[in-house]
């Protein structure tokens, strides 16, 4: 019979069904243009700043600093290119496993902007050479570093803490993609400084195309969409309310109920981790994913034995759905800038598939899982 097992939150999580009762209760209660100055339009507003608020107090920031956006690639796109044109950074600091949200905005910005890019060497488990990092620093140069806290395909965690040291130290802006960490990890930007942070809603059991990005204050925004003065001017358009609501709300519930939730989800990625290590002979694990202390609870990437072709299409066919890269490159590990970065050319033809978890997977589905990979892998 064929399953109906999700095991990839990292590429979207499934709503939480008291998010959708807030959403749709925001969209049958509060229809108004938060822009309107009459009732219907201060109501709305004061949905979104309540949202506003109540973000801003969970990251241990101020509300004015919260920017809503669609999602993580808009906030990475505006802090990214305005850090260059309005801000005087002339050199970026960054790696090859960023997200494509990232990797392509540098792009931009080296070809339109001659922004010197600078990628930090990593070895072979995906973790970033600090040392060099720190050499680099030292270099008088006006520069921003972008490192992602999570790496969104191997689950690495970057040391946030050494990185947000380095730059206040040596005099540098930070942003981190933040995108796989907001509502997994806690993050109080009081105790961590970091310049500019990214979230999107949908990583974490809240609605798709709705996200935001933290600018510190004092570093002014130029909009990447011009029209009205929404977000204090910093981005143009409706705000979609309703979603807003629901993004704060997930993440409220979310924080809420963290540690249990992390106990949960760890105890899944370690059975995981037994199971195959058990039943796959010859599994490997990509980036540092079995060192615990160094890589996301959520995500586990693993590297299968042979050279078995369409492995993830196989387990779509048995209704297993996991990815091998991130979602816009499922179906080929050569597709994975991640993995072409850190993996030998042979380890590059045998087939690499990421697990990541929720709240909602349990062992059994594991189990099953393990089951059918025994069937397709030996
Ligand atoms: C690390 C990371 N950054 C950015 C994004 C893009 O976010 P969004 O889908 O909200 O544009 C994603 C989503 O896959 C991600 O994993």
Redesign the pocket.
């Known amino acids: 019979m064929k399953k109906n097992i999700y095991f990839d939150n990292?590429?979207t999580t499934p709503m939480d069904k008291e998010v959708i009762e807030v959403i749709a209760k925001t969209m049958e209660s509060t229809f108004g243009n938060p822009s309107s100055t009459h009732q219907f339009g201060r109501a709305a507003k004061a949905k979104i700043e309540q949202a506003r608020k109540e973000i801003a107090k969970l990251l241990g920031v101020d509300s004015s600093e919260i920017i809503f956006t669609s999602?993580?690639?808009?906030a990475?796109n505006l802090i990214l290119i305005n850090a260059v044109k309005n801000l005087g950074i002339n050199r970026i600091i960054s790696s090859k496993i960023e997200?494509h949200?990232v990797l392509h905005t540098l792009d931009f910005l080296e070809k339109e902007y001659k922004t010197e890019i600078v990628y930090l060497n990593i070895d072979k488990h995906g973790e970033i050479d600090y040392l060099q990092l720190a050499e680099l620093l030292q270099e008088d140069k006006k520069t921003l570093v972008s490192l992602?806290y999570v790496n969104?395909e191997l689950g690495n965690l970057l040391d946030i803490k050494k990185v947000s040291d380095l730059c206040i130290t040596n005099n540098a802006l930070f942003h981190s993609?933040t995108?796989?960490a907001i509502g997994h990890f806690r993050l109080n930007l009081q105790e961590t400084p970091i310049d500019f942070i990214t979230a999107?809603a949908?990583k974490f059991h809240g609605p798709k195309g709705t996200?935001f990005a933290y600018i510190k204050k004092g570093f002014g925004i130029q909009p990447l969409l011009l029209g009205g003065a929404q977000e204090k001017g910093a981005r143009a358009g409706t705000e979609n309310v309703p979603s807003i609501v629901g993004m704060a709300f997930a993440l409220k519930k979310m924080l809420a109920n963290l540690k249990q939730e992390q106990e949960y989800i760890l105890g899944l990625k370690k059975y995981l981790i037994e199971q195959l290590k058990k039943h796959i002979k010859g599994a490997e694990f990509n980036g540092l994913s079995v060192n615990l202390d160094k890589s996301s609870y959520v995500i586990t990437n693993v590297l299968f034995p042979n050279e078995k072709p369409m492995l993830l299409f196989q387990l779509d066919l048995k209704g297993i759905a996991v990815s091998g890269g991130?979602?816009c490159q499922s179906g080929s590990n050569k597709g994975s800038h991640v993995l072409n970065e850190i993996l030998s050319p042979s380890d590059l033809q045998k087939p690499a598939v990421r697990f990541s978890f929720s709240k909602y997977n349990t062992k059994n589905e594991i189990d099953e899982v393990i089951n059918i990979l025994q069937q397709l892998v030996l």
Not at 71 to 74: A, H, I, K, P
């Open positions: 990292a590429a999602g993580g690639s808009e990475d997200h949200a992602m969104n993609d995108v796989q999107s949908h996200g991130s979602a």
